[in-house]
């Protein structure tokens, strides 16, 4: 059974940072697609960023340049690294990951990802 289990999250002021960190089990996921979507209350779930099984990156315009999505196949895990955090970065922020596909593939499309944690929830304070 796949298991995406987040972690990191918290309070920050803003301007501050924070990294994420997501941990898969039940498979290995070190050559497939990984991302982070994040939803805010009573709004819809948006992609912030991803990461393909070569390495390439794409992210989300609000978030580029602020924050650096990576990887460690060892250890079966994504993370997220988010600098100059802004009140409206507050969401609980979800990994996903798909299984299959080609090495390269990468994609900010939610139907793309197979399996999905829970999230760990991030608050910026203005």
């Known amino acids: 059974q796949v298991q995406l289990v987040e972690s990191g999250g918290g309070l920050v002021q803003a301007g501050g940072s924070l990294r994420l960190s997501c941990a898969a089990s039940?498979?290995?996921?070190?050559?497939?697609?990984m991302g982070w979507f994040r939803q805010a209350p009573g709004k819809e779930r948006e992609f912030v960023a991803a990461?393909?099984?070569?390495?390439?990156?794409t992210y989300a315009g609000s978030v580029k340049g602020r924050f650096a999505i990576s990887r460690d196949s060892a250890k079966n895990s994504v993370y997220l690294q988010m600098n100059s955090l802004k009140p409206e970065d507050t969401a609980n922020y979800l990994c996903?990951?798909?299984?299959?596909?080609?090495?390269?593939?990468?994609?900010?499309?939610?139907?793309?990802?197979?399996?999905w944690g829970r999230g760990t929830q991030v608050a910026v304070s203005s």
């Open positions: 990461i393909s099984g070569s390495g390439s990156t």
């Open positions: 039940g498979r290995t996921f070190s050559r497939n697609l």
């Open positions: 996903a990951v798909k299984w299959g596909g080609t090495y390269g593939f990468i994609s900010n499309l939610q139907r793309h990802y197979d399996y």
